[in-house]
């Protein structure tokens, strides 16, 4: 698990290097619409910034992989019927249920 979570770390950061240079994003505003567009190595390192985002205001340093893919997965949900919804609210409404 260890090995995967550094291979996926280093093709997220590659996928957001190259984002970074093409533009700044605010997360705030970031549509699903907008990540469902992304190449898959960017949507990755979306996902894993959101997820450290959500863990560092819950003050919370560990990272269940399982559990993390599995609220992907909830938020890809909401996102595929809500597509004009901002990713910051589709966490909101996934967190909620």
């Known amino acids: 698990m260890k090995r995967f979570f550094s291979i996926a770390l280093a093709v997220a950061s590659i996928g957001l290097a190259g984002q970074a240079a093409a533009a700044e994003m605010d997360m705030s505003k970031l549509t699903c619409k907008e990540v469902g567009a992304m190449p898959a ?15 560092g205001k819950a003050g919370n340093a560990m990272v269940d992989g399982d559990k993390a893919h599995a609220n992907a997965e909830k ?12 990713l ?6 996934v967190s909620k249920s």
């Open 75 to 86: 938020i890809a949900g909401y996102c595929k019927t809500n597509a004009d919804s901002t």
């Open 41 to 55: 190595a960017k949507t990755i390192g979306v996902a894993m910034w959101v997820n450290g985002y959500v863990h």
């Open 88 to 93: 910051a609210n589709a966490i909101e409404a």
